[in-house]
Structure formats: C-alpha cells, structure tokens
C-alpha cells in the first residue's frame, strides 16, 4: 500500500509476487519512457485513485481488477500511452468511498468494465482516445450511475454480456447518442436502456426486466 501518490518516471514499477494486491490511495501517473505493472502475468488487484498514462508511457494491467476510487482530476483514467489490457477488468467504485462526481474514462479499449458511481444520478463519460470507435472486448456490468458519452457521435462496441442494474442506466436520456451501438452478446437490462438515434444492433437479443426506451430502427439478432 502507497498512502499517498505514485509517479514513475524513466522506470518499471512492478510487484514481485504476482498475486499480490497493490493499493495507492492517492493518484498514479505515468511519465516520460515509464512502465507500471511490468510483469504481464500479474494477477492480484491493483487500487489506484486514478491513472494517467502519459505518451511514451505503459500500463501493463493486471488480469485481475484495476479499481478506480477518486478522480481529483475528473478522470479516472487517461490513457494517451499504452494501455495493455491483459484481459483484467476496469472497474469504476465510487459507491464504496461514497465519492460524489462524476468521471471520465479516456481509452479506445477495454477488456471488461464494471462501474458503479455513488448516486444513481452520477455520469461515467467515455472519452475515446483517437478515431471514433470505444470497444469493450469481455463484458460490461454497469451497477449504479449513468453511462454519458463524450462525443455524440462515437461508436460503442461491446463482445461480451452488457447488464444494466436496476439503479443504472445506459445513456443519459431519450436523445443522449447519435453514434452506432452494437452488443454481440445479450443484453439484460432491468434499469433503462436509452437507445442511439444511430444503429442500433443487438446480435444475441435483450432480455428486459427494466425500462427499454426507442424511437429509432433495432437490429436484433442478425
């Protein structure tokens, strides 16, 4: 455990056993040629503040969970280095420090993400990091707190399973999106579902125990 922050420059910062957890309760940035978490088979969490991967720089995540506790900047993470995801899980905990705000998530791809904001009327923005698509490979678990976009016009792709909980919900309102949405897997939904006036593709189907708001064209399953 760090009490405090963590900057690493011009260096490799990595646990010597790979199952052990690392904490920093503070914020963690990564300067100039630095690499956080250099052994790639790391499997213990890792609790950071937040993380801000500077150009040049690599996070090598652990195939555990990165948890994200405080933004004192308003991102949890900014990546506009290297962010190896080592198939591990992002996840967003604001519910359990009862952390108040907002916060912003700068990455073109994730693995699995999980977030779960204090208040049911908190934001997560996803801020792509270049082009105009954000990618989730594994799941997303969005457990409290609104998903916002950055840009309206982005395109969300998610591979694996979407579940939306019933104090959560998928857009910020009726007319929150203008870019594609497509799940390739199923989507339960028992909070809201705010469709995209895009395209809006569910390949595996939804299963909706919530309220499930469109307007515009559903592809589901094909």
């Known amino acids: 455990?760090?009490?405090?922050?963590?900057?690493?420059?011009?260096?490799?910062?990595?646990?010597n056993t790979i199952s052990d957890t690392l904490t920093?309760?503070?914020?963690?940035?990564?300067?100039?040629?630095?690499?956080?978490?250099?052994?790639?088979?790391?499997?213990?969490?890792n609790n950071?503040?937040?993380?801000?991967?500077?150009?040049?720089?690599?996070?090598k995540a652990t195939s555990g969970t990165t948890t994200f506790t405080?933004?004192?900047?308003?991102?949890?993470?900014?990546?506009?280095?290297?962010?190896?995801?080592?198939?591990?899980?992002?996840?967003?905990?604001?519910?359990?420090?009862?952390?108040?705000?907002?916060?912003?998530?700068?990455?073109?791809?994730?693995?699995?993400?999980e977030i779960a904001m204090n208040r049911t009327t908190d934001y997560t923005y996803l801020q792509k990091v270049s082009g105009d698509t954000i990618t989730i490979l594994g799941y997303f678990h969005l457990i409290q707190g609104d998903l916002?976009?950055?840009?309206?016009?982005?395109?969300y792709v998610i591979?694996?399973?979407?579940?939306?909980?019933?104090?959560?919900?998928?857009?910020?309102?009726?007319?929150?999106?203008?870019?594609?949405?497509?799940?390739h897997q199923l989507v339960t939904n028992k909070g809201t579902y705010f469709t995209t006036s895009g395209a809006n593709n569910f390949n595996a189907g939804v299963r909706n125990l919530g309220t499930f708001t469109s307007d515009d064209t559903l592809t589901i399953g094909g």
């Open 1 to 15: 455990t760090i009490a405090g922050d963590l900057a690493v420059t011009n260096a490799q910062f990595q646990r």
């Open 24 to 45: 920093v309760t503070g914020d963690v940035t990564l300067a100039t040629t630095a690499i956080l978490g250099g052994n790639s088979a790391a499997s213990g969490a």
């Open 48 to 59: 950071f503040g937040s993380l801000t991967i500077a150009s040049g720089t690599t996070y």
């Open 70 to 113: 405080s933004n004192t900047s308003n991102y949890s993470l900014v990546n506009d280095g290297t962010f190896t995801h080592n198939k591990g899980t992002v996840k967003v905990d604001f519910d359990t420090p009862n952390y108040n705000a907002n916060t912003r998530l700068k990455v073109n791809e994730l693995y699995n993400l």
């Open 148 to 155: 916002e976009d950055h840009t309206n016009s982005d395109k």
């Open 159 to 183: 591979h694996g399973q979407t579940i939306i909980e019933s104090t959560a919900r998928f857009g910020a309102n009726a007319t929150w999106h203008t870019g594609d949405v497509t799940h």
